[in-house]
């Protein structure tokens, strides 16, 4: 399956992507990374990894639908099925998604539904939980809202600042997306409504969920 990658920043989602789209059983491979800013290193990831990278910036179109369009040209001109937001800083409109067909899997550094948006570590440590985490889901209309294909959590300490939390997450976003883009890639996942159903998976079980880029007999 071939998948796209929107990113807008540093992109080690990206590289946690790109890492397992080697494993030779990996069910997909990443055709196009685009990018809506021009500086973010993600792009230099991609073009380390010889994957063809793009920038489609806000200040060349005069709205958001001719950069939604440009997004989607990009995409089409690679083939791409299956689309990956990683750390990409729009949202997209349902136009976009109708017009995009395919799934779009967006991840989260939070326990969707909790502390949706920006600065969903920050809001985290605001409100004080002693649990946070992040997660996968299949992006709606909404921000955050769409239905959960896999989470991890991780404890809040103490001690934790935003850099800490936020570290102590991003280990479990590179361990949590290339798993789910495995499974949504092998269609493995079925929805009951809103509900993300993994039955006769028989690798989900805890020793694959520790395995992302691996399949267990
Ligand atoms: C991640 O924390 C992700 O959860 C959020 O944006 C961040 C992107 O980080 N959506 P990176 O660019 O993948 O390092």
């Avoid at 939070?110 to 409100?127: D, K, N, V, W």
């Amino acid at each position: 399956m071939s998948v796209g990658v929107l990113v807008s920043g540093k992109g080690t989602n990206l590289q946690a992507l790109i890492d397992a789209s080697f494993a030779p059983d990996f069910p997909a491979r990443i055709a196009v990374v685009v990018s809506n800013n021009p500086g973010a290193y993600a792009l230099q990831r991609a073009r380390q990894a010889q994957i063809p990278a793009v920038v489609v910036e806000q200040v060349r179109f005069a709205s958001r639908e001719q950069l939604e369009q440009a997004l989607l040209d990009a995409l089409r001109q690679h083939d791409v099925q299956l689309l990956c937001l990683a750390g990409f800083m729009r949202i997209l409109s349902p136009w976009f998604l109708s017009s995009f067909g395919g799934p779009v899997l967006n991840i989260h550094p939070a326990l969707l539904p909790s502390f949706p948006g920006l600065h969903a570590t920050r809001q985290a440590l605001e409100h004080g939980v002693k649990i946070s985490g992040c997660t996968v889901h299949l992006v709606d209309a909404g921000t955050d809202t769409g239905p959960i294909i896999v989470q991890a959590a991780v404890p809040v300490l103490p001690a934790d600042d935003e850099a800490s939390l936020g570290a102590r997450i991003q280990h479990e976003e590179h361990r949590i997306y290339p798993l789910a883009l495995r499974w949504v890639a092998e269609k493995a996942i079925a929805l009951r409504g809103r509900v993300v159903q993994l039955d006769g998976l028989p690798e989900v079980s805890d020793q694959a969920l520790r395995n992302p880029g691996k399949r267990v007999p």
